[in-house]
């Protein structure tokens, strides 16, 4: 059986491209996988949190899992801060990683754009601290959407480097699962960015809580091109919000591109956009009732982490005291 690592980011509610790029797959991969889950809180804060509305949002996010379909009675959910094992590797991964290996990654260039020198070390060394998340279990496969792609290609590289420099074949190597559908969803807004939980325009996503009337709005008012859909697949090529909503379409309903084409093809987007809204309520509505629900109960929600976080550093602990022991510590 395969042991699977994946987080998110307890930065708010979780939006629909987390859901498909990651949690749906989640679900499915605790059927014939072990599996741990983590909100990965010492990730958030690379970039400022209100400490007040990072515990809120840390209850919500649990909320959203577990009304997704997360089974914590079978697999571990916890938050990333409970279990100190991730700090400690994370230390040794710093001192791992060449500046050269981070200097490469995408994510922190847009993030941190032009303003370079303003933003935190944190920010600069988080995918070494996802290395350690992952590493911390052993874990060889990481269910993720397409923009981690390279963090995990940096987990292997720090792998191999530690394996090489203090214990042959100590750490596993690492296989990145990314949907062939889905796995980047792109801001309703700008059909050139990823739809994201930290985007300051929250009609640039749909959030996994949004109710009825929220969908139809932000659909509604997503931008789109005045073309009415193509027939084919290659009609949406240099088209990316059509694109884009023609894939949210497709991922839900778990079918090709051009099979929602050959549904909706030469149709204008005001048909088009009310059957996506009508798609997109069907999916989210039960997790939207379903997380209201738990979040009545924080008490619960609270106890489920704390269960999660017990579990986990049974697993973490001789992993890192071992890989400790490897570095002379
Ligand atoms: P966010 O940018 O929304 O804060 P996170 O960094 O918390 O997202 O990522 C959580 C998971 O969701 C990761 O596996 C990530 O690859 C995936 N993910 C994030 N945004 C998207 C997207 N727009 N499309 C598909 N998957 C995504
Ligand atoms: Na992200």
Redesign the pocket.
């Known amino acids: 059986m395969r042991r699977i690592f ?7 509610i ?10 749906r797959n989640w679900v499915g991969l605790q059927r014939d996988n072990e599996c741990i889950f983590c909100l ?1 809180d010492m ?1 958030a804060i690379t970039v400022w949190q209100d400490p007040a509305a990072l515990r809120e949002q840390t209850l919500a996010q649990t909320a959203v899992l577990l009304a997704s379909g997360i089974d914590v009675q079978r697999h571990i959910l916890f938050n990333q801060s409970a279990v100190t094992a991730h700090a400690r590797l994370a230390w040794i991964f710093n001192c791992v990683a060449r500046l050269g290996w981070l200097n490469r990654m995408t994510q922190f260039k847009d993030k941190a754009g032009k303003d370079r020198e303003n933003h935190s070390a944190g920010l600069y060394v988080y995918p070494d601290l996802m290395a350690a998340d992952i590493l911390t279990y052993k874990a060889t496969a ?7 792609r390279q963090h995990l290609e940096l987990t292997n590289d720090i792998a191999q480097k530690f394996n090489h420099d203090y214990g042959l074949d100590f750490f596993p190597i690492v296989e990145a699962l990314i ?1 062939p559908q ?6 309703l807004r700008d059909g050139t960015k ?6 300051p325009s929250a009609q640039s ?1 749909i959030e996994m809580t949004d109710d009825a009337d929220t969908i139809a709005l932000k659909i509604r008012r997503a931008k789109t091109d005045p073309e009415p859909l193509p027939a084919e697949e290659s009609g949406l090529e240099n088209r990316p919000e059509a694109r884009n909503l023609v894939t949210i379409y497709a991922t839900l309903q778990q079918c090709s591109i051009q099979d929602v084409l050959n549904q909706h093809g030469g149709e204008g987007f005001g048909p088009f956009k009310k059957a996506l809204t009508d798609v997109l309520v069907q999916h989210i509505a039960p997790i939207a009732d379903e997380t209201t629900r738990l979040l009545k109960e924080p008490g619960f929600l609270r106890d489920t982490l704390r269960d999660g976080a017990r579990r986990a550093n049974v697993i973490a602990e001789p992993i890192v005291a071992e890989a400790e022991a490897l570095v002379g510590f």
């Open positions: 994946s987080g998110i980011q307890p930065t708010g979780p939006q629909l491209g987390n859901y498909l790029g990651a949690i990965v990730h990481v269910p993720v959407g397409d923009d981690q949907p889905g796995a980047r969803i792109m801001s990823k739809m994201s939980k930290s985007d996503r």
